[in-house]
């Protein structure tokens, strides 16, 4: 039919889910500083990411984080989930597992949007300090 295609690069309809939704690439991530230097092949590879949260503002954080564990999954993340320390009720520790290191630095360098930065921010809003964030390597990269 003419004037119909696959839909791509069209933006949403007003009032649909999505609408409004910012799709441009955004380049925020710290680029990773290691003492390793693994193959891109080399994986799979777990990111932790330790936040810590008052109690106050707990319940909020985990509702914020609902979208960013979407955001991590829709960019690469084979399995995404929040935890909280046992022995530091205050710290939740987001894990994310990927591929490969060089699924991971494509995560850093182009897959993330303004609304994965949003959600990112709406979260970090309720965090106190900075996050610590250790990449970890398989111990066996062969």
């Given at each position: 039919?003419?004037?119909?295609?696959?839909?791509?690069?069209?933006?949403?309809?007003?009032?649909?889910?999505?609408?409004?939704?910012?799709?441009?690439?955004?380049?925020?991530?710290?680029?990773?500083?290691?003492?390793?230097?693994?193959?891109?092949?080399?994986?799979?590879?777990?990111?932790?990411?330790?936040?810590?949260?008052?109690?106050?503002?707990?319940?909020?954080?985990?509702?914020?984080?609902?979208?960013?564990?979407?955001?991590?999954?829709?960019?690469?993340?084979?399995?995404?989930?929040?935890?909280?320390?046992?022995?530091?009720?205050?710290?939740?520790?987001?894990?994310?597992?990927?591929?490969?290191?060089?699924?991971?630095?494509?995560?850093?360098?182009?897959?993330?949007?303004?609304?994965?930065?949003?959600?990112?921010?709406?979260?970090?809003?309720?965090?106190?300090?900075e996050p610590v964030v250790p990449h970890l390597l398989p111990a066996d990269p062969d």
């Open positions: 039919m003419p004037g119909r295609g696959s839909g791509r690069g069209r933006a949403p309809v007003p009032g649909t889910p999505g609408a409004g939704v910012n799709r441009d690439p955004a380049v925020y991530w710290p680029e990773p500083h290691l003492t390793l230097e693994p193959h891109p092949r080399t994986g799979p590879v777990l990111v932790t990411v330790s936040h810590t949260v008052p109690p106050e503002r707990q319940a909020a954080f985990v509702g914020a984080m609902r979208a960013v564990g979407r955001s991590r999954r829709r960019t690469g993340a084979m399995r995404w989930g929040l935890f909280r320390a046992g022995e530091r009720a205050h710290v939740f520790v987001e894990v994310d597992q990927v591929r490969s290191w060089g699924e991971h630095l494509r995560q850093h360098g182009g897959r993330l949007t303004g609304a994965d930065r949003a959600v990112e921010e709406q979260a970090r809003e309720l965090v106190d300090g």
